[in-house]
């Protein structure tokens, strides 16, 4: 795993400022709303608590849901192992971007230090992935079609509810598509190659949709056996309303009331952005996504600028020095596991079957 080096830091840093500059500064000022961040200071400390309160609650239900889904029975993770593993994942986000390919990336070297099998380390990943974003589509389809429908409160546009309820279910639909995928896929489908060269490829590639077809039964199984998936569901489902939570209390505190539904669709149309590529965690894509949906959505901009400015310092920038920290604290915790004799001490090593875990004690 690459090094966070002090000239990468630094280059994300200026890229970081300059985006920030960008948004908050200079473009209010092209459309005539002054300086945007001149009322951050009229926020109500109150609020700003609240907020954090939110996200202390957001990443306790992300380490939920690590721990039940890829520690557990897999790879008894302590607590503390857990905190180390998703809080650098955080610094490694910050300096890779595309809908946190670092964060995932990270993880993946953590996990194979500490043991794992690779095979098991990608279908548990891909579980673990699958379970924390299944419920972005499902929002976007529920909250999308209530407010269309005024069921709930919030006046919206085809263009912020019903077309994207439309891409989300389609993208649900070839999840689902995918979990149908059999195990063994490559075995199936060697008898279509003419010759060994070309059932070694066809082995080798079908390993991909098989693993990925593996972990989304698992998420399946979760949802099924509440009684050893809850704990994971709910660490799913957790981190979500928590982060909206942040969002909601950042409206707040500047005096504004919006729509609970309103905040949930904008804040995942404007997650949305986070997969644009060239932005250093999202910084940029995200802050415009975010503040692009809510004025569609007609809350007036010179609320909406402060606002995300407010959630973005809270829900990412605050988790970024302790996500560097754990970093170089994992680098240490590594060190041990690999005196210790891993993998067999951790019970890592071998390619275990997926089966719904209860999220097992750690070994401190």
Known sequence: MPLLTTRRLVQTLVVVLLLLVGIYFLFPKLVGLGDA??????????????AIAFNVAAFLTYFALFKAVVGGDALRLSWLETYEINMAGVAATLLFSAGGAGGIALTYWALRKAGMGRRDV?????????????????????????????????????????????ISGAVLLVGVAIAFIPADVDRRLAPLAKSDGARRLLQSAAKVPATVGEGFRFVAQLFTHPSKGGLAVLGGAGFWAANIGILWASFQAFGVDVPLAVVVQGFFLGMAANLFPFAPAGVG???????????????????????????RLVAFWMPIPPGIVAFFQLRKTIRLWEAEGLPIERGGGGGSRLEPAVGGAGRR
């Open 285 to 311: 894509a995200v802050d415009a996504g975010m503040i692009g949906a809510f004025v569609l959505f007609g809350i007036p901009e010179e609320t909406v600028f402060p606002a995300i400015l407010i959630y």
């Open 122 to 166: 990608a279908r548990r990943m891909v579980a673990f992935i699958g379970l924390h974003y299944v419920f972005y589509p499902l929002a976007v389809i529920v909250f999308g079609i209530l407010l269309r429908t005024g069921v709930l409160e919030g006046a919206a546009g085809v263009e912020l509810t019903i077309i994207p309820a439309a």
């Open 37 to 50: 961040l001149s009322r951050v200071g009229d926020a109500d400390p109150i609020w700003i608590i609240v």
